[in-house]
């Protein structure tokens, strides 16, 4: 069974850092480009960053130079480590991959950043 996990969400103070997971199985994770998403309240789920079969990233404006995205394909794990969190990065954050031609995406991890 083909399956994204995310894990590692949390309550943060504004400035302060988080790292979240995702651990993929059922599938080669080091053949699939990997992505991760949020989606605030009310609003559309938005792309934040991937990470391509080579580890090369990139990343949406409002995150570059605070989150950094990266694999551990021998863990079968992709990572978003996110720095000087604002309070509007609170979301709820998914990992996403196209496998046989659809879409999977995990079930989601919560981050909440306080004023």
């Known amino acids: 069974q083909v399956q994204l996990v995310e894990s590692g969400g949390g309550l943060v103070q504004a400035g302060g850092s988080l790292r979240i997971s995702c651990v993929g199985s059922?599938?080669?994770?080091?053949?699939?480009?990997m992505g991760w998403y949020r989606q605030a309240s009310g609003k559309q789920r938005e792309l934040v960053a991937t990470?391509?079969?080579?580890?090369?990233?990139t990343y949406v404006n409002s995150v570059k130079g605070r989150f950094t995205i990266s694999r551990d394909n021998t863990k079968n794990t992709m990572y978003l480590q996110m720095t000087s969190l604002k309070p509007e990065d609170t979301a709820d954050y998914y990992c996403r991959m196209i496998y046989a031609n659809r879409e999977v995406w995990g079930q989601g991890t919560q981050v909440t950043v306080s004023a």
């Open positions: 059922g599938f080669i994770f080091s053949t699939k480009t």
């Open positions: 990470i391509s079969l080579g580890g090369t990233p």
